[in-house]
């Protein structure tokens, strides 16, 4: 079971034919590099839009089998960035600002309202900020709906994946089903003694003497706890081959190696966008220093304070627009590196709650099983009384009291009056 | 339950109103004693015949129910004793031939045939000999028709009474029911334990940590082996009350005493009636000395080879008469005793057969309870499979979905695209 292939083309400049969300046209802009516009939100970013990336997002097709998710998400704002940028300043780079989009203010850093919250590497929308997000799959409680945030450890400070929290369910699940089927084992275990013990029973001589109709009753009556004990073994021979054995069985050792995978899989995702982040950090640091130096170049400049030159502050200006540039560069990084664990989650999150719809139907219809040897049984132990049953309607005191007196008489003939 | 007092009017010459059977009248004699004479058969007797009592023997009336044999038998044939007397030698006694009776001849010892045999002091007809014997109860198998003679030891010389065979059946039959009543206590435990092993495995925590629908269905599942272990609880309680208990008290302690009372009071007769047999070869021998004295005593006359006198004659002459009359005497009180010990043994023995009809119908009737037990246990226990089988159907993975994501989830809004 391998990971879906996903397809990031939603992030390469090609020709790409597929359809475009809705309130969406494509332009391109003097430099020959293409852009996207929302007609309705003004919005415009460099991006291409799929099904699932205009706000508010657009619910996953209602499909229980499709594990995949199409495409990923943005609520791309790429055109009121949180962090000022002179727009003079930009080079013409493919992530400079698209024409047509609303001018940023200058130095509006302190008046910018803060809409996005970053936990872990992982960037969410604060609450009651951006478009309301609609679920994935309304009304279907699915996984990929529910596991976006990390769990934090009560007592500690680290935290658990939301992946992790399913993976740890399917592992658990796994566990339920060894204990299932040792506790059907255990149940083999009581009924294998328990006909050993009638049938030990069953060959006991106690009142072998009584004859007759009685005594063949009876007999019968001993032999039939035997017959009882033959169908308690039968039970217990398919509980361990029809219950038992398949708990066992049931996705062998190689599902919990392929839940590794899945879960080595993701968790390389985060780590990647970790390192992504930390590169964003990292840049937003660079730029605050090039942005002050060339603030504190300028003051200079216009007080005369020191001899640094026009050529000084040009300098310093070019760094700045680098820096700002690299930013632009890393964030788009850690973006497309979200957007990708973005859409592995979904998948994968999906393929495990198959694996639990799975699980619980498998093992529904062997504890079924379970029942329906139950039932069997019972209704096999209660034909052995049968026979047992018809000897005692027959059961006959004269006809006993006929065997016995012709086996065991002493003679017919009658005393008479003694002659003299 | 006591002996049935057994009339012995049948030897009483009073004044009798019971009917005499068909053939027979009753006439006095000149001494005033009555007599009674068979007109087909011209049989004679002092003995007063009653339905038994005339050959070919009458059956006893048809009844299961009545244990009383009706009267003493006795092919009496007082009228042609089997040793010569001299009719000219009989005093006018009770025991002297009844009138109108055919006069045996003289001496006829040696030409008379062999008709009676007594063993172990009983007297039977030899085979052939006398008229056919009816079976008292016929076709069926009556103990009173089949226990006559003693039953030979097989290693030994000595001899057990036929009666002794039947009370050792009634012994044994109490044996029998003890050691069902032991088996069925064996088959109790075997319950307990199977129902202690069941209630402790339903109480196991294995994957008690299923949750959701099929979490409710597994711990339902392991509940109805609780349910299972009471059905069996309750089964063992019933078996034994209803089974062992009745078993082991049926027939309490006093059914020895009174067995041993009937096995005394039959054994005192057969007692009586051996000293009596005693007491007729003794008179036997004591008559046959008198007789071979007269004789010698005769010839000596005859051929004057002594002085003996006619007087001495006339002595050893009523000596004999004498000695004639003591054996008859002891003859009368040997049949009479046989007689009495006839009718008790008859009694008895029937008592002994409805004992055992009894006994066989009421270890009839609690097998059958014990069966009865068997079915409900089995349909108990079938029930206990019903809820579980209801929770299984009921067995929802969305259902669960829902409620461990409720439960569980991290978050669900999802990740957006970082801002510059």
Not at 13 to 18: I, K, P
Not at 29 to 47: D, H
Not at 145 to 170: H, R
Not at 360 to 374: A, D, K, M, S, V
Request: charged fraction near 30%; aromatic fraction near 6%; proline fraction near 6%.
């Amino acid at each position: 079971m391998k990971p879906a292939a996903v397809s990031s083309a939603a992030f390469r400049q090609e020709t790409d034919s597929r359809p475009l969300p809705p309130g969406w046209k494509s332009y391109m802009s003097p430099e020959g590099v293409r852009y996207y516009v929302n007609s309705c939100s003004k919005e415009t970013t460099w991006r291409r839009p799929s099904l699932l990336t205009e706000s508010p997002q657009r619910p996953l097709a209602q499909q229980n089998s499709s594990p995949y998710a199409n495409g990923c998400h943005s609520t791309a704002k790429a055109g009121r960035p949180t962090e000022a940028t002179d727009v003079a300043l930009r080079k013409p780079t493919m992530m400079k600002q698209p024409p047509g989009s609303v001018s940023p203010a200058r130095r509006q850093i302190k008046e910018v309202k803060e809409t996005k919250i970053t936990i872990n590497c992982v960037t969410f929308p604060l609450p009651g900020e951006g478009p309301e997000q609609q679920l994935l799959k309304p009304n279907e409680w699915s996984y990929c709906d529910y596991f976006w945030n990390d769990k934090k450890d009560p007592q500690g400070t680290t935290s658990v994946a939301g992946f992790e929290v399913l993976l740890q369910k399917q592992l658990k699940g796994k566990q339920m089903q060894k204990e299932m089927a040792e506790f059907i084992h255990e149940r083999i275990k009581i009924e294998e003694e328990y006909a050993k013990n009638l049938s030990k029973l069953s060959l006991n001589p106690l009142a072998a003497q009584e004859e007759g109709t009685l005594g063949e009753a009876w007999t019968q009556l001993k032999k039939s706890l035997h017959d009882e004990a033959e169908v308690h073994l039968k039970f217990s021979n398919k509980l361990h081959t029809e219950v038992e054995k398949p708990l066992l069985t049931f996705r062998c050792d190689n599902f919990k190696k392929d839940l590794k995978k899945y879960d080595h899989h993701i968790a390389d995702l985060r780590k990647q966008l970790a390192s992504r982040y930390t590169s964003v950090e990292k840049a937003r640091k660079a730029l605050a220093d090039r942005q002050k130096d060339l603030e504190v170049k300028t003051q200079q400049l216009e007080i005369k304070l020191s001899n640094k030159t026009e050529e000084d502050i040009k300098k310093a200006r070019r760094k700045s627009t680098q820096a700002g540039d690299d930013l632009m560069r890393c964030v788009d990084l850690y973006n497309q590196t979200q957007c990708k664990w973005f859409e592995e989650m979904v998948t994968t999150s999906m393929e495990l709650e198959k694996l639990e719809v799975e699980r619980i139907e498998w093992i529904q219809q062997h504890l079924r099983q379970y029942t329906t040897l139950r039932h069997e049984t019972d209704m096999f132990n209660q034909s052995m009384v049968e026979p047992v049953d018809k000897l005692l309607q027959n059961v006959d005191p004269a006809k006993d009291r006929e065997l016995w007196v012709r086996e065991n008489n002493t003679g017919d003939v009658r005393p008479v009056d003694m002659d003299i």
